[in-house]
């Protein structure tokens, strides 16, 4: 029996797929141009950020290569399509059915340009919807709420390992935080991002 196949925990996109989804009913119009803590982009390019980024996770797990999967991040500023609000769950939906299929996670895939193993590629996916839920939420007045699970597997996948600097990343150095802090400000504060941050800062 393949004890180690048992034990290990799967990793399913649906909570955070879902809270970014919940998002988007409490954001108004008046905020897509506000600043959001990725200071390259407002909240319509964030959401639109959002929206390639499940395009390109999406086809990375079916294997189906091309544009959306060969196209490195920051070629092109992000553009945020007409009836988003309605278009992006169904795409969250399809991003998460997606890698619920044992094929996504065996051998190697690309996104970004950037040839990766799947399941490599699953947890950048999970950690690119905790982290890019967090800032929807900050940008827009609303209440992040991250499940455990998913925010530990975004913590692990954010630490630098050994004791050693962090790569160059997309993400910013990470922001100092307490031991004991709430795992989210953890989480948050390895992507380089303060965790009270709000709009104006």
């Known amino acids: 029996m393949d004890t180690h196949t048992e034990t290990t925990p799967t990793i399913d996109l649906a909570p955070a797929a879902r809270q970014v989804a919940a998002l988007l009913d409490g954001i108004d119009e008046q905020q897509l141009d506000d600043p959001t803590p990725c200071p390259d982009y407002a909240v319509r390019e964030l959401l639109a950020h959002v929206v390639e980024l499940s395009t390109a996770f999406r086809d990375a797990a079916r294997k189906d290569f091309g544009p959306t999967t060969d ?26 059915t997606a890698w619920r299929d044992p094929a996504a996670r065996q051998g190697m895939t690309r996104a ?15 950690d690119e919807l905790v982290i890019h839920g ?24 954010l630490t630098p390992g050994d004791g050693k600097p962090r790569a160059d990343s997309i993400f910013g150095p990470p922001v100092p935080v307490p031991a004991d802090a709430p795992l989210v400000d953890r989480a948050i504060a390895m992507s380089g991002r303060r965790p009270d941050w709000k709009p104006g800062d």
């Open 71 to 96: 196209t490195p991040p920051g070629t092109k500023r992000p553009v945020l399509g007409d009836g988003w609000r309605e278009a992006l769950p169904p795409l969250l939906d399809e991003l998460v």
């Open 112 to 126: 970004g340009n950037v040839d990766l193993p799947g399941e490599v590629a699953l947890m950048v996916a999970l």
């Open 134 to 157: 967090w800032d929807l939420a900050r940008s827009t007045g609303q209440k992040f709420e991250g499940d455990e699970a998913s925010l530990r597997i975004a913590l692990d996948m």
